[in-house]
């Protein structure tokens, strides 16, 4: 599954990401984006996000959609296994747990 996946999160965007905790069931990532702040098209297995921050980020598929997404400090929001670009589009610091099962 994750060979068919785009690039990984921490190498596309290492100001971004930052690998917590590692083993060979789980992959714990914090994620700090500042207003602006955006990746490049990346992936994710299917993962748990825990929002630490509230504030908007937009997510670009590889088709070219885009979702803005409205997040609250607290959110906790599973995601099946995808690919995306994000950008933070809102005026605060948008900082998350992301949990990516292996």
């Known amino acids: 599954m994750e060979a068919t996946l785009a690039q990984d999160p921490v190498q596309v965007a290492p100001n971004l990401y930052k690998v917590l ?6 992959r714990l990532l914090e994620v700090r984006q500042k207003p602006g702040d955006e990746s490049a098209l990346h ?19 590889p088709s070219g959609e885009s979702q803005e997404v409205e997040l ?17 589009t809102g005026a605060t610091d948008v900082v998350g747990l992301v949990f990516e099962l292996k």
Request: with cysteine.
């Open 21 to 26: 905790f590692e083993n060979d069931r789980v």
């Open 43 to 61: 992936g994710h297995p299917d993962c748990l996000i825990y929002c630490l921050s509230e504030g908007k980020v937009t997510f670009s598929s």
């Open 72 to 88: 609250r400090t607290g959110d906790t929001i599973w995601q099946e296994s995808q690919e995306h670009a994000a950008k933070n």
